[in-house]
Every structure is written in C-alpha cells, then in structure tokens.
C-alpha cells in the first residue's frame, strides 16, 4: 500500500492561538484513518487546511503524489478529493439530485451536465435518498441532510473523502444505516479520512486511528492500541486515577 | 434541438411575434413606444438577474453598463462615423470586457460589501465621464439627425431600432434560459445559495462570478447603444441613472429572482404601472413610492416573487415557464 495522503509538518495559527503544530500523517490508499481528540483539538482545522478552505502556516500536503499545500477548495476538488462538513451546509431551494449533481459536475471528474445526473443519481442511492431526488434539501430531515452531504461528496468519484462527523446527531438506527454506507463506499475503492466523536464507531471502522490534542498529534495506531493509550485516555477524560477506574470497570 | 422541444421556447416565440406584430399591424406608435420601454425593462432585468437571481450577487449599479454601451455605441457613430451595427458590437464588448476587469475586483467583496461596491463603480464611471472631454464632459453627446439618414430616415429609423430592441430582449430571456439549464448555471445556482460549499465541492467561484457579471453587461451594454441612438442624445444623469438601477431590481424581485421568465412579467407589469403612473397629473413619478412598498412586500411576504408564487400554487408551472 502506498500513500494517498500525506500531510507533513503541518501548522496553523490563529491570532496567538496554535491551531494546528507540526502535525503529520498518512492516509494509505484504500484505507480509513480515523481522526479523534476532544473538542477543539484543531480536527476540522486539519480537514480545512488539507481541502484548501485555509492556508497553513507551514507544511505540506501531497496528494496523490501531488503537491496540494494552499490551493484554492475548488481545485483541490478538482484534484479529486471531497469532503462533508460537520455543519450541514445543502443547497436548501435546490433539490437533493440538484445538489448532488453539483458535486458531480465539478468534482475530480468534470463531468458534463447530462452524465453527472446520472452519477448524481447513483451517489443518492448509495446513500439511500432515492426516494427523495426530487425534494428540496431544506425539507430533509437532519438525519437526510447528513446523508445529502456524502451523497453530495460522493457523486464527484472522488480518491479521498474526508467526512466530517457524518454521524454526528443521528439515532442508532441512523447510524448503522451510516456505517454501513461508509464500509460499501471504502469497499469500492475509495479511501477515507473521517472525524468522529462517536468512539465505538470510528473504532470499528477505522484501520489506523490518529489522536489530535491542542493541534499536535498526541498518538497513532491501529484502534485497539490507541484505546488503551493512556495519554489518550488522559486527554478525553483529563484525569488519569479516573481513566484507570473506568478502564477497570 | 432539444430545446425546440420545450415550452419556454414557444413561449419565447410568441412573445417576441406578438411584440414584433402588434404595433406594426395597427401602425400604433404610441403602443410602439410603450412595447419598447418594457422591452429595455426586460432586457435590464433579465441580465440583472443572472447575477441577483442565479448567483446571489445584488447588483445596484448594473445601469453603469447600459450607460457606458449608450456612450461607446454614440461616441463611435457621432465622433467616428461607425455604422450603428459595427457601433452596437463594439459598446457591447467593451463595457463587457471593462466589467470582467471591474468584477475581478469587486467580486472579492460579498454581501453588503459588493452591494455597496457596485454603487461606488456607477458613480466613479459618472464622475469620470462628467469630465471626460472626448464624451463632451457634463454637457454630453449629441448625434446628427442624418445618422438616421442610413435607415432610412427618422420615422423609419424609429421602427428599425424598436425591432432590434426586442431582438435584444428575446435574445436576453434566452441566454437567461440557456445559462440557466448549463453547467455554468448550476454552478452559479449552488453560489447563489452556498459559496463556500459551492467551492468546496469544485465549482470555481472566482471565475464564475467575473463571467456572469461580464456576461450580464454585454447585452444592456447594447440595448443602451440603441436607447441613446433613439435620443441622439446622451448626458451623464441619464446614462448612469442609479434610480433606474434600482428599479431594475425591483423589477427582478418582483416578477421572481432565478426565474426565467419572472424577471420579464415583472418588467412588463411595472413598465404597465409605471406609464399609467406617469401620464396622471397627481401621481407622476408616483411609482418610486409604489416600488418602495413593493420591495418590502416582496421581501418580507414572497421572496420568490410573482413566479414563485406561482411556482409553488402550481408546480407544474415550473417546467413550463422556467
């Protein structure tokens, strides 16, 4: 396996805040690498310097062999990676395969009009909103709105997606139905960098986990050993004696 | 020709004949005058609404380029002895050309700020042209009448440019139509509703918006040249007439933004309200009252305007109509 992605040294400040500090990893091709670290650790940061919304500080990001490092969002989407936001953001007067071929056409693929259709059509139902092409993302629920912005990301056939917290306010029914999709999407060949509060999820989906503190990676590995980390455990439960109760429990 | 196929373009059709024939038949010049007020309506509000109504953008100052159309277009023939044609191409592509060098700038600036910017270039184009020398400065342009010696002579002359004006306005509706159903459209849409997520999922939003604009100054650029040719006479105050402007806004929201045909039905209700506002003794210039209210009603109880209404009344419309 070779690398898809690879951030390296990777730092973002804001004002004096240090965002993000030499932070570096690699997302394998066909893999998914979980993300995790408690709020504010620079998660979505990382996925906003990684797609362009902003410009590190300092570091690089290769993709596919390509030097991406600060290109503008729409031509890192070019290059062929999507991404979903944590806040769903639809096009709400369009419908849902409006919006889903908006990602169709000017994804990784640049597809004309009449073929994206046809993608965005095939990226809904990988999803499970084929019954809804026609309705107006604003009237989805919150669980469909989720569910449209992978949709959405999906129909531009991307190498890479980065989710943002796509299970994220949804039932446990949601999510199963969520995780499922997830699999099917990496069994297709696509690889995956996902954020994820959701532990008992990200750990069963995830090849290789890295954990992100106050921007700086605090460890990596494969799920079972970064559970059992207790620097890790420390920095979600922020007290050691109390970790060890629970890991006894 | 998929397109011959759909309604909108019957509809298209039989619009412009009726514009075409309807005066003609009855040698109606007043009706004629009328026809061809709404038909510069049409053509300002339908341009205008690719970028307030597909891509989100409010242009305040979109009269800047049926002014400077006006000025090139008038300049050329009277100064330079160009034929109205060759005049006419070229206001078109300049002011269209100047605007992709403006809206490169401008465009930078969202909301408000954009909104604010676009009153600062009809202003700033108004100032520079109130002394510019070549442009007779404050006190204007004015043509010979034998520059309508070529179309043989002023009555006729009249009858031609009213023709070329509906060709102006049919051919603005169906670049509205046509930007509409394209890719280009469909990313401008997703800017009008969402810019970073448009951007974010590839449309490119930094050239999209510089073409729209562009393209939406080529087309009132010329139903300027005309306009002005029709005076023979052209002075700032009336080129960059920032109330016009304004109107034209009222005119898109009115009828419906992002609408194809919204803009052109309201164009034509208020050209309607606005000449039998304008021929009462008590209420002329009545209809810069009556725009006001509208605005507010429409933002405030139909920001789909008249065709969204309708749109949502009856769904079926949408396909129809566009």
């Not at chain 1, 009237?139 to 190498?159: D, F, M, N, S, V």
């Not at chain 1, 995956?192 to 992100?212: F, K």
């Not at chain 2, 006006?70 to 605007?99: E, I, K, N, Q, R």
């Amino acid at each position: 396996m070779s690398a898809l992605l690879e951030v390296s040294e990777l730092s973002k400040n804001f004002g004096g805040l240090q965002a993000v500090h030499a932070l570096s990893f690699a997302v394998e091709e066909g893999a998914i690498l979980g993300l995790i670290g408690p709020n504010g650790a620079g998660k979505s940061t990382v996925f906003n310097l990684v797609n362009g919304v902003f410009a590190p500080d300092a570091g690089r990001v290769l993709f596919g062999g390509q030097d991406i490092t600060g290109l503008r969002p729409h031509l890192v989407a070019r290059s062929g990676l999507a991404r979903t936001h944590q806040i769903v953001q639809p096009f709400a007067v369009m419908s849902v395969l409006e919006n889903c071929i908006v990602g169709a056409c000017f994804g990784g693929k640049n597809m004309p009009l009449e073929e994206a259709r046809e993608a965005a059509r095939q990226a809904a139902m990988r999803v499970g909103l084929e019954d809804r092409l026609d309705t107006p993302a604003s009237q989805l629920t919150i669980a469909g709105k989720k569910r449209l912005e992978l949709a959405r990301a999906l129909a531009a056939q991307p190498r890479l997606l980065l989710l943002d917290e796509v299970l994220a306010g949804l039932n446990p029914t949601e999510v199963e139905r969520m995780i499922q999709v997830i699999r099917a999407i990496r069994a297709s060949g696509v690889s995956i960098l996902m954020i994820e509060h959701l532990m008992q999820a990200i750990m069963s989906l995830s090849d290789r986990i890295v954990v992100l503190n106050s921007g700086q990676k605090l460890a990596e590995g494969l799920p079972a050993e970064v559970a059992n980390d207790p620097a890790v455990i420390e920095a979600y439960l922020g007290d050691p004696a109390l970790a060890a109760e629970l890991r006894a429990a | 020709m998929a397109t011959l196929r759909r309604p909108f373009f019957w509809i298209l059709a039989a619009v412009v004949a009726l514009f075409a024939v309807l005066p003609a038949a009855r040698g109606d010049i007043e009706l004629r005058e009328s026809l061809l007020l709404a038909a510069i309506y049409i053509t300002l509000a339908s341009n205008i609404n690719m970028m307030l109504g597909y891509a989100g953008y409010v242009n305040f100052g979109s009269i800047v380029f049926f002014g400077l159309g006006g000025y090139v277009c008038v300049w050329l023939m009277g100064a330079h002895g160009w034929p109205l044609a060759a005049a006419l191409v070229a206001g078109g592509t300049a002011v269209s050309a100047l605007a992709l060098v403006f809206g490169l700038g401008i465009l930078r600036l969202r909301g408000v700020y954009f909104a604010l910017s676009t009153i600062g270039v009809n202003e700033g184009v108004m100032a520079f042209v109130t002394n510019f020398a070549p442009w007779g400065g404050s006190s204007g342009i004015y043509l010979s009448p034998a520059l309508f010696q070529p179309l043989g002579g002023p009555a006729q002359a009249l009858w031609a440019i009213y023709y070329l004006l509906v060709g102006v306005m049919a051919a603005s509706l169906y670049l509205s139509y046509f930007v509409k159903r394209s890719k280009f459209g469909m990313g401008l849409l997703a800017i009008g509703q969402n810019e970073d997520a448009a951007s974010v999922l590839g449309v490119p939003t930094p050239r999209y918006k510089a073409a729209v604009y562009s393209l939406s100054a080529v087309l009132p650029a010329i139903a300027g040249g005309l306009y002005f040719f029709k005076s023979a006479f052209i002075q700032p105050p009336d080129a960059f007439d920032l109330q016009l402007s304004t109107e034209t806004i009222v005119i898109a929201m009115l009828g419906g933004q992002g609408t194809v045909v919204g803009p052109a039905i309201g164009a034509f209700l208020y050209e309607q309200l606005r000449s039998w506002l304008l021929t009462s003794e008590s209420f002329s210039h009545f209809q810069l009252v009556i725009s006001g209210v509208l605005l507010l009603a429409i933002v405030l109880f139909a920001p789909g305007g008249l065709a969204g209404w309708l749109y949502r009344r009856w769904p079926r419309l949408r396909s129809i109509l566009e």
